[in-house]
Structures are given as C-alpha cells and as structure tokens.
T-cell receptor, first 114, second 112 residues
Framework: GAGVSQSPSNKVTEKGKDVELRCDPI?????LYWYRQSLGQGLEFLIY????????KSGLPSDRFSAERTGGSVSTLTIQRTQQEDSAVYLC????????????FGSGTQLSVL | SQQGEEDPQALSIQEGENATMNCSYK?????LQWYRQNSGRGLVHLIL?????REKHSGRLRVTLDTSKKSSSLLITASRAADTASYFC????????????FGTGTRLQVTL
C-alpha cells in the first residue's frame, strides 16, 4: 500500500479482555516495529521484526503482550487480559531494509481499557 | 527506557521566529533522527544525521550533533503556524543499530 496502515484506529475494551491490533506495513519493507505511547509521553519500544530473523522482543512489558508477523508482511500485536495501564496509542512503523534507517509510521491505534 | 531527553518540554513562539530544540542521549550512536508528530498520532521523519557528521540542513531545518557532549539540536527557522507539533529525537545505538530509541519530545506551539 501507499503507507503503513493500522487497524482499528480506536479500540475500547473492558479490563480482562484480549485485544488484537493489526499493522499492514509498506509493501516491500522488511523491517517492522511496534511502539507504545502513553498520553503526553515519548515512544516506548515494544518489538522489532527484520525479515526472517528472530524478532527482538526486548521491549515487551509483560508476557501478556505478544506479536506475530506472518509471511513477512502483516503484523498483529496481541494483548491478553488487558489492564487499565495498557491504555495508550500503539504505533507501528516499517523500514525498507537494513541499509536504510528512516521509519515510516502508521496513524496508530488508540486503545482504551475501561 | 528513554534514551533521549528533549529540552525544552514545551516551547511557544510567534510565527516568523526561530525555534530551537535540544536532545541529549546516553550511549554511543550510529545516527540520530528527528521526527515530527501531529495530534498524538503517526510520526513523520524529518532529518537524519550520522555520528560522523556535525551539521545538516534540510529546507528550514538545521540539525547539529555533538557526540562529545552526546547532544543534538534542531533549529526551525522562520517558523509557521503549521510547524505546531511535537518533535522527537530518536537514536540508533551502536550494537543495536536497528532499534530506534525515542526521546520524550518537545511540544512546539507557533502562534500567529
């Protein structure tokens, strides 16, 4: 596609429910990142996928968080048993390959846990 | 954890004035990038400066990098109301060059 696409743009859920957030990177981009941004804060790194390499999961805050990237393209971030502190904007970004550093961001998913 | 800290946290200027934002970081870097964010959603890449560069220009943007002080500055000249946004620095650290670590951001307000 023309840009990084994230869905849904907004998600309201109840505490304890599971949620799935989707990211469609730019076609041909081999690297994909998930970040989390709490209100008025900077971006917190969650996970990074590069091609077929094992993902860098060092930023995932707990085992309730997981992510997959199927076929080297679409990625899904899953949060199980959501808590109120999970409320944030979840941003996805993609990058062409290792030789380029510039990230292209989607518009994010605003997650609200009630 | 945050690698970069931007200063100031918030900046309010009038249209036509210059805006300067600073970023400090903690570890050795491969490159430093600046991004802009409107309305708390997606970020847009502005400019990248490599660790062996000291200054870079792009339109009304000027970025400097001082690796000895582990700091960078972003200067926006002749600011416009449309420049109102949050600005973030992001570092690609040596050893983990593929992972970009973002700072806390500067909220810039440009008034008419």
């Amino acid at each position: 596609g023309a840009g990084v696409s994230q869905s849904p743009s907004n998600k309201v859920t109840e505490k304890g429910k599971d949620v799935e957030l989707r990211c469609d990177p730019i076609s041909g981009h081999t690297a994909l990142y998930w970040y989390r941004q709490s209100l008025g804060q900077g971006l917190e790194f969650l996970i990074y996928f590069q091609g077929n390499s094992a993902p860098d999961k060092s930023g995932l805050p707990s085992d309730r968080f997981s992510a997959e990237r199927t076929g080297g393209s679409v990625s899904t971030l899953t949060i199980q048993r959501t808590q109120q502190e999970d409320s944030a904007v979840y941003l996805c970004a993609s990058r062409l390959d290792r030789g380029t550093e510039k990230l292209f961001f989607g518009s994010g998913t605003q997650l609200s846990v009630l | 954890s945050q690698q970069g800290e931007e200063d100031p946290q918030a900046l309010s200027i009038q249209e036509g004035e210059n805006a300067t934002m600073n970023c400090s970081y903690k570890t050795s870097i491969n490159n430093l990038q600046w991004y802009r964010q409107n309305s708390g959603r997606g970020l847009v890449h502005l400019i990248l400066i490599r660790s062996n560069e000291r200054e870079k220009h792009s339109g009304r943007l000027r970025v400097t990098l001082d690796t000895s002080k582990k700091s960078s500055s972003l200067l926006i000249t002749a600011s416009r109301a449309a420049d109102t946004a949050s600005y973030f620095c992001a570092t690609a650290n040596t050893g983990t060059a593929s992972k970009l670590t973002f700072g806390t951001g500067t909220r810039l307000q440009v008034t008419l």
